[in-house]
């Protein structure tokens, strides 16, 4: 019988996505390569994602709720909670 979700494995969620959306939306990368990637995907849909770290870590919390979660329903709960910690995170941890 399923328990529910591990919240070890929820926080470390968190702080994964957290991490993987700042690289991508805040950060230039080792050898400036993330970057480089973001000026060239431009300012269509992919380049604007890529600015926004509130919209990007919506979609880096898909494959993490997915892998949490063992039903649909389950997953649709889990997935935006998991970007709203990592949203918080990122206020938290933003200068101001």
Known sequence: MNNGIDITWFWLSVLAIW????LLSQEDGPFDLVIRFRKQLGHGF??????CFFCL????????AIGLCDT???GIVVWPALSGAACLLF????KK
Not at 19 to 22: A, G, L, Y
Not at 46 to 51: I, N, P, Q, V
Not at 57 to 64: E, G, K, T
Request: proline letters at 4%; glycine letters at 4%; a negative charge.
């Open 91 to 94: 206020l938290f941890s933003s």
């Open 72 to 74: 649909w329903l389950e």
């Open 46 to 51: 992919f380049g604007d994602l890529l600015d």
């Open 57 to 64: 870590s919506i979609w880096v919390a898909i494959p993490f």
């Open 19 to 22: 991490r993987v959306t700042h």
